[in-house]
């Protein structure tokens, strides 16, 4: 049987050369390893709007969603990801709350490989720290 394709829109909220990373309960599909916020696209949404709506459900805060950076393709044993990464920005005022994660995290050029990343982040955080974090 052919594997689900799994649409997901994340955000990357960058501010001053860092970009902020959420860590996936452990009880979650792939918990315990970091992600970037956001979440699956419903039926008809853009995906530019997932994130806004997901960034409100999971951190309870506003973003303004700028560029599509990337679009991530990659094979999972039960699925199909195929996420796009918008660059973001928090509106000003707005501090992301721990709601649906375990924690969260400023990331920097220093840092960004610290982090035990989704398998699927792993292919673009390169492309990530030399656009943004360099
Ligand atoms: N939000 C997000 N999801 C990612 C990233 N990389 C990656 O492989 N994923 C995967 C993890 C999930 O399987 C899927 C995102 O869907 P989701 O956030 O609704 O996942 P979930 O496990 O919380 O939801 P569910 O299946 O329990 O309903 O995409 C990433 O950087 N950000």
Redesign the pocket.
């Known amino acids: 049987m052919d594997k689900k394709l799994?649409r997901?829109s994340?955000a990357l909220i960058v501010k001053n050369k860092s970009f902020l990373a959420a860590l996936r309960p452990v009880n979650?599909?792939?918990g315990g390893f970091w992600?970037?916020?956001?979440?699956?696209v419903e039926p008809n949404e853009d995906p530019k709007d997932t994130c806004i709506r997901e960034i409100r459900e999971e951190l309870n805060c506003n973003i303004k969603v700028n560029d599509k950076i990337t679009v991530c393709t990659?094979d999972?044993p039960d699925f199909i990801?195929q996420?796009d990464v918008f660059e973001c920005e928090l509106i000003k005022d707005n501090y992301p709350s721990l709601i649906e994660h375990s924690a969260l995290q400023w990331v920097n050029a220093q840092n960004i490989f610290d982090f035990k990343w989704?398998?699927?982040?792993r292919d673009f955080l390169p492309l990530i720290k030399e656009k943004y974090l360099l």
């Open positions: 799994v997901v994340a979650k599909k792939l992600e970037l916020p956001g979440g699956k990659f999972y990801l996420m989704v398998p699927a982040d």
